[in-house]
């Protein structure tokens, strides 16, 4: 099967700063995908690369055949790419439901877009008893999953998460990982990018470690939680 | 202040000043408007229970309207002797009838209208949802349509100001679109004014026409002004545009910094646009100004006469009759609240919410930053050119001495203290702004003059002092500190403004109850934390 998205040695900076020194990866229809490395590797820029916030300088980037290094942040998210940015940046001032209404920014069928917001709902059951409440005043958790639910309400095929566990307790981890591979079940391709290695390599069909904007490793979930590297850089195991 | 009576006591003293300065028939004006304000306030916290917003109404109407008759009796009986004046009315007389009467018509009068508006209101404010809306838009256009009337009627003239005044609310809804919808800060809109004044003042005056060597009838049209208010309009979009488009990668100070720089640039442009040749770039041949150098904007001397607008029936509007040019800038301002309104509810309008919440994730939903940055500027900057066009014709001449660094702060704070985000608010601290600075100040000064001199200064014996008391007590010289204080007070006070923006979540999904109370929300918050807490403990 031709992958849906696929990097070519991508290069990106920020100002003279390269952040990403030729990235190649891909990640194929149905796969669950996960990116891991150490704080400052590159995982953020490259999720930001691919979704069109930053252009790479060099390289070259297509999802579902089209180029994606000339397309603009919003043909890419018409197009079917979105994210849950790191940090979990929602809307603080909205409201939970305006929240995920700017999700679906792109789209403008009325009907699709409420059954997706119920979908979504029945995804996050948290969400809908807070569906009035505004974004800042939720827990971090919840906050987690309205950033996840918003991204999911632009209907993607290709779902980026960018740390998508950082800053949350660990029974809330597990719950978060579970609805990735619900997520992806229900057929929406999943790139993860985590800091928490050994969960996101255990839901993950294919790995890639990144060290200092290269990928250094490629393989699939259990061979890469099985190998040294990992192990001892980022299972903090010896 | 949930209570009628504190509102009653709050809107009343307000009341009273205005009454206590201009005594007479000032005390209708005052009980119509304040009698609503009164009631108005104290719905918006009663909200759930309708019976009570009747009730509410008719207390606060009453005691604003106690208040103003406490004030006219004092403005009768202290303020004008102290002041030297005649402490009896003028008769009040409508056609043939000739109503003699004595202060307490005026401040019974007053008091009457108050209860009888704010009972009114209170009782729209019952009314179903729909009906409460219709009913709130009916009484303001009764009052804006009566005003002029009335003005005439209580003797204020008042109107003149009011002009001038609504030209700054105009201002101040397109200023908000930038500063409240987007979030981008702009020190220097005046400078979209500014651009729209001087595109009428090039296009309906003979100044440039006349240089130019062309038929220069165009100005003389009567329809002129009906075209040039869209051709001005598109001309000060294009620069909205123009002068965003540095400012797209700035954003906060540094964007503010900027715009200031624009401020600035703009009418020391038009001061210096007086020998303007222009030439093709690397041909040299000549467009314009080829014999004389064109003197495109007069520079210090500025622009004038510049026509005026002219409907069948009225005629050409006329300095100094000031009913139609009233209703040509009602009519502006309605259709300004009706374009930002379908903007603001637009994919456009929540595009800019997204924008000021946090620019990554709005541009992570696919929302295009420049597009979205730069229509705010341009739809911002349209509003001000509607208000340039009017101002330009209105006053017939345009200087650059009047777009100011000042013009620009003045309409920031309109926004900001009347609540940024908010046109009704916008709308509702930009009168009072600039009423208080314009009106009440100016008659404050007069009264206190003519106290001092009948009152005080007879009997001063120190010519020092003396001197003091005639040159120095003047209060539209504290103008500037007044209007400092005012903002630091507020921003101590009220921070959000006067009528801050809370209701937006309920404007947009009006079928939903969003009015929880901050506590019952942490305490909803509260209790399914703990649902939640248990259901986590039993994921295996
Ligand atoms: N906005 C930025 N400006 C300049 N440098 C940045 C910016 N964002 C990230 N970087 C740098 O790029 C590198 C990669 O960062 P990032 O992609 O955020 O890493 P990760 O997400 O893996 O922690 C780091 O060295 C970081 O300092
Ligand atoms: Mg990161």
């Known amino acids: 099967m031709p992958p849906l998205l696929e990097l070519t040695d991508i290069k990106t900076y920020y100002g003279n700063i390269q952040a990403l020194k030729g990235i190649s990866l891909s990640v194929a229809p149905g796969e669950v995908v996960c990116l891991i490395g150490s704080n400052g590797a590159g995982k953020t820029t490259t999720l930001r690369t691919i979704q069109g916030l930053i252009r790479p300088r060099e390289g070259t980037m297509t999802y579902d055949g089209k180029d994606l290094v000339t397309m603009e942040a919003d043909e890419i998210v018409k197009a079917g790419v979105s994210q849950s940015p790191e940090g979990r940046l929602v809307f603080p001032r909205m409201t939970v439901r305006e929240n995920l209404e700017m999700g679906a920014y792109s789209r403008s069928d009325k009907v699709g877009i409420q059954a997706d917001m119920e979908k979504i709902l029945d995804l996050f059951p948290r969400l809908r008893e807070r569906l009035t409440q505004k974004a800042g005043t939720l827990s971090g958790g919840e906050q987690q999953m309205l950033a996840m639910g918003r991204a999911m309400m632009s209907r993607p095929r290709l779902l980026l998460l960018d740390e998508p566990s950082m800053g949350l307790a660990p029974m809330l981890v597990e719950q978060i990982f579970r609805t990735i591979l619900d997520i992806n079940q229900q057929g929406t391709t999943v790139l993860l990018v985590e800091q928490n290695a050994r969960m996101a390599l255990a839901i993950s069909d294919r790995g890639y470690v990144l060290q200092t904007g290269r990928i250094v490793l490629e393989d699939t979930g259990s061979n890469l939680l099985n190998s040294e590297l990992v192990r001892k850089a980022y299972l903090g195991e010896h | 202040m949930t209570h009628p009576v504190k509102v009653g006591v709050g809107i009343g003293i307000v009341a009273a000043v205005v009454v206590l300065l201009f005594g007479g028939w000032s005390a209708i004006l005052a009980g119509i408007v304040a009698g609503a304000a009164a009631a108005l306030v104290t719905e918006g916290q009663s909200i759930r229970d309708r019976s009570a917003t009747l009730r509410n109404g008719v207390i606060s109407g009453a005691i604003v309207g106690v208040f103003i008759l406490i004030a006219e009796i004092v403005n009768d009986i202290l303020v004008l002797p102290l002041a030297g004046k005649d402490p009896v009315f003028p008769p009040f007389t409508l056609g043939p009838i000739s109503i003699p009467y004595n202060m307490f018509v005026a401040g019974l009068a007053g008091l009457v209208l108050a209860l009888a508006i704010g009972a009114l209101t209170g009782w729209i404010n019952s009314l179903p949802d729909k009906n409460r809306r219709l009913g709130l838009a009916i009484l303001l256009l009764t009052f804006l349509a009566l005003y002029p009337a009335l003005d005439a009627a209580a003797g204020l003239g008042w109107i003149e100001q009011m002009i001038s005044i609504m030209i700054f609310v105009v201002l101040a809804l397109g200023l908000n679109i930038v500063v409240g919808y987007a979030g981008l800060l702009d020190l220097g809109y005046a400078a979209f004014f500014a651009i729209g004044a001087y595109a009428t003042g090039l296009l309906?005056?003979?100044?440039?026409?006349?240089?130019?060597?062309?038929?220069?009838?165009?100005?003389?049209?009567?329809?002129?002004?009906?075209?040039?208010?869209?051709?001005?309009?598109a001309i000060v979009a294009c620069f909205g545009l123009l002068?965003?488009?540095?400012?797209?990668?700035?954003?906060?100070?540094?964007?503010?910094?900027?715009?200031?720089?624009?401020?600035?640039?703009?009418?020391?442009?038009?001061?210096?646009?007086?020998?303007?040749?222009?030439?093709?770039?690397?041909?040299?041949?000549?467009?314009?100004?080829?014999?004389?150098?064109?003197?495109?904007?007069?520079?210090?001397?500025?622009?004038?006469?510049?026509?005026?607008?002219?409907?069948?029936?009225?005629?050409?509007?006329?300095?100094?009759?000031?009913?139609?040019?009233?209703?040509?800038?009602?009519?502006?301002?309605?259709?300004?609240?009706?374009?930002?309104?379908?903007?603001?509810?637009?994919?456009?309008?929540?595009?800019?919410?997204?924008?000021?919440?946090?620019?990554?994730?709005?541009?992570?939903?696919?929302?295009?930053?420049?597009?979205?940055?730069?229509?705010a500027f341009a739809m911002g900057a349209t509003i001000a050119g509607l208000a340039g066009v009017f101002y330009a014709s209105y006053i017939t001449a345009i200087f650059p001495s009047v777009f100011d660094f000042t013009v620009s702060v003045i309409i920031l704070a309109m926004v900001i203290l009347g609540g940024v985000g908010n046109m009704t608010g916008v709308i509702v601290g930009g009168l009072i702004i600039l009423l208080s600075d314009r009106v009440l100040l100016p008659q404050l000064a007069t009264l206190l003059k003519d106290t001092l001199n009948t009152t005080v200064v007879p009997h001063v014996e120190s010519p020092a002092v003396k001197d003091f008391l005639t040159v120095s007590v003047d209060p539209t010289q504290w103008r500037i500190f007044l209007f400092g204080l005012t903002l630091v007070v507020v921003m101590l006070v009220r921070p959000q403004g006067l009528i801050p923006n809370v209701r937006r979540a309920a404007e947009m999904h009006p079928d939903e109850d969003t009015w929880d109370l901050p506590l019952s929300i942490q305490q909803a918050d509260a209790a399914t934390q703990v649902r939640s807490v248990d259901r986590e403990t039993t994921i295996d």
């Open chain 2, 243 to 375: 002068l965003g488009a540095p400012t797209l990668p700035l954003t906060g100070d540094y964007l503010a910094i900027v715009t200031l720089g624009f401020g600035e640039i703009v009418p020391v442009v038009f001061r210096n646009l007086t020998t303007v040749t222009l030439t093709l770039p690397f041909t040299g041949i000549c467009i314009a100004g080829c014999i004389k150098p064109l003197n495109v904007t007069a520079g210090e001397q500025g622009i004038n006469p510049i026509a005026r607008p002219w409907v069948p029936v009225v005629g050409s509007f006329q300095t100094g009759e000031y009913i139609p040019w009233y209703v040509l800038i009602l009519a502006i301002i309605a259709l300004s609240i009706f374009f930002i309104n379908r903007l603001r509810y637009s994919r456009l309008g929540r595009a800019w919410s997204a924008m000021r919440e946090d620019e990554l994730a709005a541009s992570s939903m696919g929302i295009n930053l420049v597009n979205t940055k730069l229509m």
């Open chain 2, 204 to 233: 309906l005056s003979p100044h440039l026409c006349n240089q130019s060597g062309f038929n220069c009838e165009f100005y003389q049209q009567e329809w002129s002004f009906w075209l040039v208010i869209w051709i001005a309009a």
